[in-house]
Nanobody, 116 residues
Framework: QVQLVESGGGLVQPGGSLRLSCATSGFTFSSYAMKWYRQTPGKERELVATITRFSGVATYADSVKGRFTISRNNVNNTVYLQMNSLKPEDTAVYYC?????????WGQGTQVTVSS
């Protein structure tokens, strides 16, 4: 079955960096765009970054542009989110997403906390 498993979250000081990973299985990873979202309590899930399936073209939310980088490895079926210059407002649970046809799959999320 389809599985997405995020890892790499944690507590980091403002200005620090983290690299999130999302290991996937159960589908042809290279054939689908992948996305990272984030969510804080009481707010809707926010799209952070998208990477296309073959060419790996990336797009970002304005709030993270220039600080975050999404990438993918189509050999080990993993998508990454490199987060630099982190700010307290980046604190959230981060989720990876794959839309396979009409159904969207999500991981369990990984908590990122930016605090001094």
């Amino acid at each position: 079955q389809v599985q997405l498993v995020e890892s790499g979250g944690g507590l980091v000081q403002p200005g620090g960096s983290l690299r999130l990973s999302c290991a996937t299985s159960g589908f042809t990873f290279s054939s689908y765009a992948m996305k990272w979202y984030r969510q804080t309590p009481g707010k809707e899930r926010e799209l952070v970054a998208t990477i296309t399936r073959f060419s790996g073209v990336a797009t970002y939310a304005d709030s993270v542009k220039g600080r975050f980088t999404i990438s993918r490895n189509n050999v080990n079926n993993t998508v990454y989110l490199q987060m630099n210059s982190l700010k307290p407002e980046d604190t959230a649970v981060y989720y990876c997403n794959a839309n396979l046809g009409s159904y969207g799959y999500w991981g369990q999320g990984t908590q990122v906390t930016v605090s001094s």
